[in-house]
């Protein structure tokens, strides 16, 4: 059984800086792709940022490019999500997700992956 973990979630001011963690059970990028995704109000759910090939590949959004890093520990099988110089829009609810299929391939639609965690809320204050 799959199951992924948020935390690291908080409020900070813009210019600010926020690392997630994802916590994952049950699932290796073997089996796929992982992603951070976030939703903020009244919008549909973004990608962010994944992760593929077995790890060997990094993406990201345009809009977090040169701010957010992915990276992962495999030993602790734990996803995280740096973050830094924070704007306000970067506000929302952040998922982590896990995808099964081709590893070389990581799409952008939420409604490709199959696991996802709880959310963890990022609020940036101007």
């Known amino acids: 059984q799959v199951q992924l973990v948020e935390s690291g979630g908080g409020s900070v001011q813009a210019g600010g800086s926020l690392t997630l963690s994802c916590a994952t059970s049950g699932y290796t990028l073997s089996s796929g792709c992982m992603a951070w995704f976030r939703q903020a109000p009244g919008k549909e759910r973004e990608k962010v940022a994944s992760?593929?090939?077995?790890?060997?590949?990094?993406a990201y959004a345009d809009s977090v490019k040169g701010r957010f890093t992915l990276s992962r520990d495999s030993a602790k099988n734990t996803l995280y999500l740096q973050m830094n110089s924070l704007k306000p829009e970067d506000t929302a609810i952040y998922y982590c997700a896990a995808r099964i299929g081709p590893t070389w391939l990581c799409p952008l639609a939420a409604q490709t992956f199959n696991y996802w965690g709880q959310g963890t809320q990022v609020t940036i204050s101007s």
């Open positions: 992760i593929y090939n077995r790890g060997d590949n990094t």
